[in-house]
C-alpha cells in the first residue's frame, strides 16, 4: 500500500527520509546543492518534470498595467535566465508560454522574453511613462518565492518600475489577488490534469476571471474563440494547434511575467 505523509517542514520530510522513516521526498530547494555536492547523497537522486508553472501574474486592469507595452516592458526587464540558474539550481524551463514543454499544444520553436533593460525603458517611454511607474508585487512567504521576488524587483527597479514587495501568507496573497486588489502576484500553478486546457483556460480564460484561478484579470475574445474551438476538436493534432495559437496570442499580449516551469528533484531510497 502507498501512504503518503504530508509533512509541512520541508526540513523535517528530509530529515524523515535520511532517519528511513520515508521512501521518497522531495528535496526543498534551498537543499537541493548540498545534496548534488554530496557523493552519496547524489546517487539517490531522481529528476522529474513538474506541470508547474511559476509566473506573475500582472492585473491587466490596473492602471499603466492595462497597456500591453508595460507588460512587455516588465518581461524585458528581468533576467529569468539568472533568476532559474542561480536561485532555483537550474532545476527548470523557461517559459514562453503557460504550455509545459511536456505537454500537447507547447511551442518548442517559441522564444521567451529576452532579457533586454534599454528595450524595456523604450517600451515604457513609448507607452507614456517615460519617469517609470510605481506597482506592488505581492508574494507568499516560502524562502525561494521570497528571494525570486526580491530578484524580480532589482530587475524592476533598474528600468524605473518602481516595486514594493508586499509578503502575505499564501492564502491571503490568493484572496487580495482573486479580488483584483494586487498588480503583481508572484504565484505557481499546478496542473489538475495533464492537458494544455488546464493552464490555458483557468490561468487565461475571461470565464476565470478573479476567483476561477485567472488574477491577471485577462480578457481576449479572440483567446477565448480559440478555447471553445479547441474543447469541441475532436482530433488531438488539429486540437493542439489551437491550443497553440492561442497561448501565441497571450504572450503576445503579456498578462505575466513568465518565468519557469519547475522541475522537481525527489531522493528515493535504495530498497525502492
Known amino acids: 500500500s502507498l501512504e503518503a505523509r ?75 535566465k539568472t533568476i532559474l540558474s542561480q536561485l532555483v539550481h537550474g532545476r527548470g524551463h523557461l517559459a514562453a508560454g503557460v504550455i509545459p514543454p511536456s505537454l500537447g499544444g507547447a511551442d518548442s520553436s517559441r522564444a521567451p522574453y529576452a532579457y533586454d533593460p534599454a528595450q524595456a525603458r523604450q517600451l515604457l517611454t513609448a507607452a507614456g511613462h517615460p519617469n517609470g511607474i510605481d506597482v506592488e508585487l505581492w508574494t507568499g512567504a516560502t524562502p525561494i518565492m521570497v528571494r525570486v521576488a526580491e530578484a ?78 479547441a474543447r469541441r476538436e475532436p482530433d488531438e493534432s488539429r486540437r493542439d494547434a489551437l491550443y497553440r495559437r492561442a497561448d501565441s496570442l497571450a504572450f503576445a499580449d503579456a498578462p505575466m511575467l513568465y518565468l519557469y516551469f519547475y522541475e522537481k528533484l525527489f531522493a528515493v531510497q535504495p530498497w525502492i
Not at 537543499?31 to 500582472?58: H, M, N
Request: hydrophobic share 45%; glycine share 6%.
Open 6 to 80: 504530508v509533512i509541512a517542514e520541508p526540513s523535517t520530510a528530509v530529515a524523515e527520509f535520511e532517519a528511513g522513516n520515508v521512501d521518497v521526498v522531495e528535496i526543498p530547494p534551498d537543499e537541493i546543492a548540498g545534496w548534488q555536492a554530496d557523493s552519496v547523497r547524489r546517487r539517490l537522486l531522481v529528476e522529474a518534470p513538474s506541470l508547474d508553472l511559476v509566473y506573475v501574474a500582472i492585473n491587466t486592469t490596473r492602471g499603466p498595467l492595462r497597456d500591453p507595452r508595460v507588460r512587455r516592458a516588465i518581461n524585458l526587464a528581468v533576467d529569468t
Open 152 to 229: 524580480i524587483q532589482a530587475y524592476l527597479n533598474a528600468v524605473g518600475v518602481r516595486t514594493k514587495i508586499v509578503q502575505r501568507d499564501a492564502a491571503s496573497a490568493r484572496e487580495a489577488a482573486r479580488q483584483g486588489e494586487t498588480d503583481l502576484f508572484l504565484k505557481d500553478w499546478y496542473a489538475d490534469y495533464p492537458d494544455a486546457e488546464d493552464f490555458l483556460d483557468p490561468l487565461l480564460g475571461s470565464a476565470n476571471r478573479g476567483l476561477g484561478g485567472n488574477v491577471s484579470f485577462y480578457r481576449n475574445p479572440a483567446f477565448d474563440a480559440l478555447m471553445t474551438a
